[in-house]
């Protein structure tokens, strides 16, 4: 076990909603990273938040959004749901710096889009 | 753009032989790699890294190579166990831009008893 932490596990929402998705890290890292995993895909880079500032961007519209708390642990934020958004959401924390930033992941949650 | 790809998607193997996964990826600029193991229904479990500065790291019953005038990466699973079944992915970083990382499509590995 990593002790990265998610919740919830599973989530469904019906198109145009809003979710908040949750991610405690592991002890004594300061960085969350978000990724999307759509079904058979390899995960994709939605944004990193360290510091409370988001530290970096992937391809993802505004709709998604995101916060870290003063306890290092972060929030997902996607509005406006779209079909396509279905996916398994993995946080994975890390100690941002040159040798000690392995990502270590969470179980991930798995939200489903009607 | 950046891409990390296999060049299998499936690979069987029996217990006890030892497993090779491939992975190549287009970005010379990326100064650090690492195969994770995914689980049906479970996040990505780092296994092992490599920095660009390596040519090789071993670790339990795993051992990564890195070929930087090629762009390629391995994974070298030996004596490999049912427990090992699981997709496989090589992941990079570039140097350029935040710590992210940039994954392929995975390698299923299917470990026959």
Known sequence: ?114 | GESVGLHLPTLSVQEGDNSIINCAYSNSASDYFIWYKQESGKGPQFIIDIRSNMDKRQGQRVTVLLNKTVKHLSLQIAATQPGDSAVYFCAERSVVGANNLFFGTGTRLTVIP
Request: hydrophobic share 30%; with cysteine; charged share 15%.
């Open chain 1, 1 to 114: 076990e990593t002790g990265v932490t998610q919740s919830p596990t599973h989530l469904i929402k019906t198109r145009g909603q809003q979710v908040t998705l949750r991610c405690s890290s592991q002890s004594g890292h300061n960085t969350v990273s978000w990724y999307q995993q759509a079904l058979g895909q390899g995960p994709q880079f939605i944004f990193q938040y360290y510091r409370e500032e988001e530290n970096g961007r992937g391809n993802f519209p505004p709709r998604f959004s995101g916060l870290q708390f003063p306890n290092y642990s972060s929030e997902l934020n996607v509005n406006a749901l779209e079909l396509d958004d279905s996916a398994l959401y993995l946080c994975a924390s890390s100690l941002l710096g040159l040798d000690t930033d392995t990502q270590y992941f969470g179980p991930g949650t798995r939200l489903t889009v009607l």
